[in-house]
């Protein structure tokens, strides 16, 4: 009863995923309007903000919102908004941030200065076979294998956290910045606009009462 009356394919729904059918451009604006009407304190909702931001950031693939939502929480701001800006963290721009992130953490710690997209594709990849097959590997005779979890923790995980932290600290002060101001100003302008709606009210049933 509640399930869709079309049914989509794999590639379909992948398609999805990295271009929404109204476009990123319209998806972005609803997430925006989103933040802004929400009914909290103006601080609250930018550091909620900030905190999405920060998370998006880091290496914390498929749990960034987890992440977004406890720091919000600590810092006591907008859960809510902390999950949306989370979606920064998305199929587009996650290959930018993770080249950047591991770029800036290799460079400060004297590893070269980062990897193509693809090479850190392939290192995660290879951490993720290793660590589903040591789950097997519980139940089997099969030997465990550490090899490639310990490349991908010292060569992309470790510099990612670092250099993801320190770009996301960055982007999470600015957009904390933004947002507030924009949230304030926003809330200014509706309420100048509900003012002047109630004034204009107010001055037509006077002259209708006055022509009566």
């Known amino acids: 009863m509640f399930k869709r009356r079309e049914t989509f394919t794999f590639w379909q729904k992948l398609g999805r995923t990295l271009w929404p059918r109204s476009g990123w451009r319209r998806a972005v604006q609803y997430l925006w309007h989103r933040v802004v009407r929400l009914p909290d304190d103006p601080r609250r909702v930018a550091r909620g903000v900030a905190c999405g931001v920060f998370a998006?950031?880091?290496?914390?693939?498929?749990?960034?919102?987890?992440?977004?939502?406890?720091?919000?929480?600590?810092?006591?701001?907008?859960?809510?908004?902390?999950?949306?800006a989370a979606f920064v963290q998305n199929p587009l721009t996650l290959p930018f941030l993770a080249v950047s992130g591991v770029g800036l953490g290799q460079y400060l710690l004297g590893m070269g200065e980062g990897l193509p997209s693809w090479q850190i594709v392939a290192f995660f990849a290879k951490a993720a076979g290793e660590l589903l097959h040591n789950f097997f590997a519980i139940f089997t005779?099969?030997?465990?294998?550490?090899?490639?979890?310990?490349?991908?923790?010292?060569?992309?995980?470790?510099?990612?956290?670092l250099g993801g932290s320190i770009l996301g600290l960055a982007a999470a002060i600015g957009a904390y910045t933004l947002v507030l101001s924009l949230v304030r100003a926003y809330r200014g302008l509706r309420i100048t606009r509900l003012r002047a709606r109630s004034e204009t009210l107010a001055r037509a049933a006077a002259q209708k009462d006055n022509g009566g």
């Open 56 to 84: 998006a950031f880091g290496p914390y693939l498929f749990h960034d919102y987890i992440i977004a939502a406890a720091l919000a929480w600590v810092i006591r701001g907008n859960i809510f908004a902390a999950i949306i």
């Open 141 to 161: 005779d099969a030997d465990m294998r550490w090899l490639s979890l310990q490349l991908f923790f010292q060569r992309i995980y470790l510099p990612y956290l």
